[in-house]
C-alpha cells in the first residue's frame, strides 16, 4: 500500500469526524501524518488520536506494514496543536494480541506534546 493509497483511506474515515489529513508521507520507515481538527480547545483531541490509530489498525489488516508513526495536529486555522506519537513496535504487538487497546492507547496518549 502506497502513501497515496493510504492517504485516501484515512481520509474517507476521519473526514465525518473532523478530521482532516492534510500530508502524509513515509520518511525512513516512519509515517508522518499532518491533519487538521475541528474539535474546539486547546491541545490534541484524544478521541482523534484513537480514531487515526483504529484507521491504522484497520488498514495493518488490508495490507499496510506498521511503521512509526508521527502526527502534527493543527486546528482548521492551521495553528498549531500538539503532536503524538505511536511506535510500529506498540501496533505490531497490539495487532498480535499482545497489547490491550486500552495499554495501547495510554502509552500514545503519553507520548503526547503541546505545541
Do not use: C, F, K
Amino acid at each position: 500500500m502506497d502513501d497515496s493509497d493510504l492517504r485516501e483511506r484515512l481520509e474517507q474515515r476521519l473526514m465525518s469526524h473532523g478530521v482532516y489529513v492534510t500530508d502524509l508521507t513515509t520518511d525512513e520507515g516512519t509515517l508522518r501524518v499532518e491533519y487538521e481538527t475541528a474539535s474546539p480547545g486547546d491541545g490534541v483531541p484524544h478521541r482523534e488520536v484513537g480514531r487515526v490509530l483504529n484507521r491504522l489498525l484497520a488498514l495493518h489488516e488490508d495490507g499496510w506494514d506498521p511503521l512509526d508513526v508521527r502526527a502534527d495536529v493543527s486546528s482548521i486555522e492551521e495553528e498549531p496543536r500538539g503532536t503524538w506519537r505511536a511506535d510500529a513496535e506498540w501496533l505490531t504487538a497490539h495487532a498480535r494480541g499482545d497489547l490491550s487497546d486500552v495499554d495501547l492507547s495510554q502509552r500514545v496518549i503519553d507520548t503526547i506534546e503541546g505545541p
